[in-house]
């Protein structure tokens, strides 16, 4: 695993999992809330195999949307 790209920003799976871990938070914060992240394509790509762990144990109520155009540290997590 590689925290930084080689131009010293997060690396993608640094985002990816940066953007689990928020999920993470929000689930335990607010047990019965559907959640949505929504962020860049390639962090939500990354995110995939890992969000499909954390409904494993969370339920199905976390969904990563993901939106052309933002920026790879640009993501957000909602509760709908």
């Known amino acids: 695993e590689v925290l930084a790209d080689e131009h010293g920003a997060p690396s993608v799976q640094t985002q990816a999992l940066a ?6 938070r929000e689930a335990a ?4 809330a559907r959640l949505e992240a ?5 962090v939500a ?3 995939a195999p890992h ?11 976390v969904t990563v949307r993901a939106e052309a155009g933002r920026a ?6 909602r509760s709908l």
């Open 19 to 24: 953007l689990v871990r928020a999920l993470e």
């Open 29 to 32: 914060a607010d047990g019965g």
């Open 38 to 42: 929504l962020a860049s394509e390639d």
């Open 45 to 47: 790509a990354a995110a």
């Open 51 to 61: 969000i499909q762990t954390l409904i494993a144990r969370v339920g199905a109520r």
């Open 72 to 77: 790879r540290a640009d993501f957000t997590v």
